[in-house]
């Protein structure tokens, strides 16, 4: 079945430069990248993205983590697109613990456990259906992913300051 999955480069894979290694491992999937960007992330997004965690001890570590207060205030979001893309992503990025992950995953060629037992995996893959609609909805507007109707939308008027090129 086509599908779309969440795929987030953390803070830690940009400050590494990975991002090249990450996008040849991630192209092994045969998906197609239907929308990328490159976001700084708020508090707001973090806690957000991590909201079934809120009540983990942990959660203001992965918070933090994804905001990029220990590396570099990046994140690099993409939606990839395709059959089974969500398993093979999965699959391509490895466990979530990066001492768990097959060495040849990103996550096992890459990660890494801080002292204060926060995983530095460099990478976020969505784990089902339910999440990559949730996150892909949170990280991304519709007019910026390359498929139409890709969930349900409705045309709406937007009044907001914003910077233009001069």
Known sequence: MQEPTLVIIKPDGLVKSLTGNILTKLSDSHLVIVAAKMKTVSRDLAEAHYGQLHDKPFFEEIVRYLMGESHTKRTMALVYYGEDA???VRKICGATNPEEADPATIRGAYGRITTKGVYENVIHASSNKVDAEREIKL????????????????DTTKSYKTRAWV
Do not use: A, C, H, V
């Open 139 to 154: 990280w991304f507007e519709p007019d910026e992913i390359l498929i139409d109707n890709l969930y349900p939308t409705k």
């Open 86 to 88: 969500i398993q093979r």
